[in-house]
């Protein structure tokens, strides 16, 4: 089974600076692809950012230049430096990992708990 643990949200102010990060605890699988999601009040959950284990990103459009993800493979983990934040960044970010079971050879995708982002003045 995959664990995957978030960290690092909270309240910011606009304009401000925040990292999340997020572990994996996947033994017996091997992770493809890291990122994170989103999902503000009302609305789906979208993509925010992924990244493969060769380290190619794939950001949503709406955070390109503000979100840069980065990816630790040896500790299995991903983190999410967010500048510049705005109010409709506020949502709840999801961390996500495309896996793959070392045994039975099938993809699975974990989602972890989730962690509240609030920007407001």
Same mark, same amino acid.
């Given at each position: 089974?995959?664990?995957?643990?978030?960290?690092?949200?909270?309240? =910011?102010?606009?304009?401000?600076?925040?990292?999340?990060?997020?572990?994996?605890?996947?033994?017996?699988?091997?992770?493809? =692809?890291?990122?994170?999601?989103?999902?503000?009040?009302?609305?789906?959950?979208?993509?925010?950012?992924?990244?493969?284990?060769?380290?190619?990103?794939?950001?949503?459009?709406?955070?390109?230049?503000?979100?840069?993800?980065?990816?630790?493979?040896?500790?299995?983990? =991903?983190?999410?430096?967010?500048?510049?934040?705005?109010?409709?960044?506020?949502?709840?970010?999801?961390?996500?990992?495309?896996?793959?079971?070392?045994?039975?050879?099938?993809?699975?995708?974990?989602?972890?708990?989730?962690?509240?982002?609030?920007?407001?003045?």
């Amino acid at each position: 089974q995959v664990h995957l643990v978030e960290s690092g949200g909270g309240l =910011v102010h606009p304009g401000g600076s925040l990292t999340l990060s997020c572990a994996a605890s996947a033994s017996g699988f091997s992770i493809y =692809v890291m990122g994170w999601y989103r999902q503000a009040p009302g609305k789906q959950r979208e993509l925010v950012a992924t990244i493969t284990s060769d380290g190619i990103t794939n950001p949503a459009d709406s955070v390109k230049g503000r979100f840069a993800i980065s990816r630790d493979n040896a500790e299995d983990t =991903v983190s999410l430096q967010i500048d510049s934040l705005k109010r409709e960044d506020t949502a709840v970010y999801y961390c996500y990992a495309r896996v793959k079971n070392y045994y039975n050879h099938i993809e699975s995708d974990s989602w972890g708990q989730g962690t509240q982002v609030t920007v407001s003045s």
